[in-house]
């Protein structure tokens, strides 16, 4: 593997942690800014908001731009949007850097899949994609606790500066690892009506139910440990670490599977994780159940999603730069819906288990969709054969 491809999950890595942090630092945005938790708490809404928006449009934007320019582009305004966050008092700015932040993000993501593959032999564009969605998992296990303990210790801003200062070993290391090669691209219109192929478009669908069921699951980990399974709350920290280790070891191990057996992989993988999230349910009562399925749970996730992500590209090879965009957008429409379906399953008194069904039921659609997809395309196929009789 390239070493580029892990210079570009070290920048995925620091992006992951600005992303999943906040949830730690709420308490002491609100009170250092002083506005209410709830607002406090849209600064993660926004961020989600704009990765959902960024990811196409920052792709147009920078579609002709040689690879490295945009990866630096992208990574240099994320940078200085949280050196901004840092030393800004006005919350109305700090939610602006917020977005900012989710624009690059978006826009360095979606040309870091490109690159990633670009940079690979076709069999090994699913581990390319790996690598870089390891850089998520990283952020879990240590990134994120690091800056909630950053933050604890020396307030909220001491973690938006060190997410900046991990950034930037990462553009000196784009500025020397990656191609400054331009993108072979055709015109926007052609590449947008090659992603608007039915197939492509029930693949992002899948994609988004199966990473909603993944970050609902996550997003209401600490009160189903301590309401339902009754853990303490010094137990949560390690929960989500192992939730993350669990990640970890399924993308490491998933890449290399999925460029031999992509289809197997992905059947097999969202079969097992639908059962499993049921299992969960159904046992979180049980601690010693609850910390093997966390594991569990974490390494289908990621062992499975990055193929899920190799099956857009690879479908939206006739748009090889706005295929990244979309596939990233779909995998943050899903981190934004399962949590908001979470919420509200909680929020209609169907307790703490709830968000788990709701991670179950969106896999059994995800499934569903995938299911359609293949017999509409299959039925497709034999149109001709059968005319011909």
Known sequence: MPFAVYVLGLAVFAQGTSEFMLSGLVPGIAADLGVSIPAAGLLTSAFAIGMVIGAPSMTLLARRWPRRRALMTFLCVFIAVHVIGALTTSYALLLITRVAAAL???????????????????????????????????????????????????????????????????????????????????????????????????????????????????????????????????????????????????????????????AALIAAGMTSLTLGWAVLALTAGDPAATIALVFVQGMLAFGTGPALISRVLDQGSAAPTLAGGFATAAFNVGGTIGPWLGGIAIGAGLGYRSPVWVSALLMAGAIAVLAAQACFFRARRAEPVSAGR
């Open 104 to 262: 690059a993000n978006a826009g360095f993501w979606a040309v870091a899949l490109a690159a990633a593959t670009a940079l690979v032999s076709p069999a090994a564009r699913a581990r390319a994609t790996s690598v870089v969605v390891g850089g998520v998992t990283v952020a879990c296990v240590a990134g994120v606790p690091a800056g909630a303990m950053l933050g604890g210790a020396w307030g909220w801003r001491t973690a938006f500066w060190a997410v900046a200062l991990v950034s930037v070993p990462a553009v000196i290391a784009i500025a020397k690892a990656i191609p400054e090669e331009r993108p072979s691209v055709g015109g926007a219109r052609s590449e947008l009506r090659a992603l608007a192929g039915g197939r492509l478009l029930t693949t992002l669908a899948v994609n988004a139910l199966f990473q909603g069921a993944t970050f609902c699951t996550f997003t209401y980990l600490a009160p189903l440990a301590t309401n339902v399974t009754g853990f303490g709350s010094s137990w949560v920290p390690a929960l989500l670490a192992l939730f993350g280790l669990g990640s970890f070891a399924g993308v490491t191990a998933g890449g290399r599977i999925a460029d031999a057996h992509p």
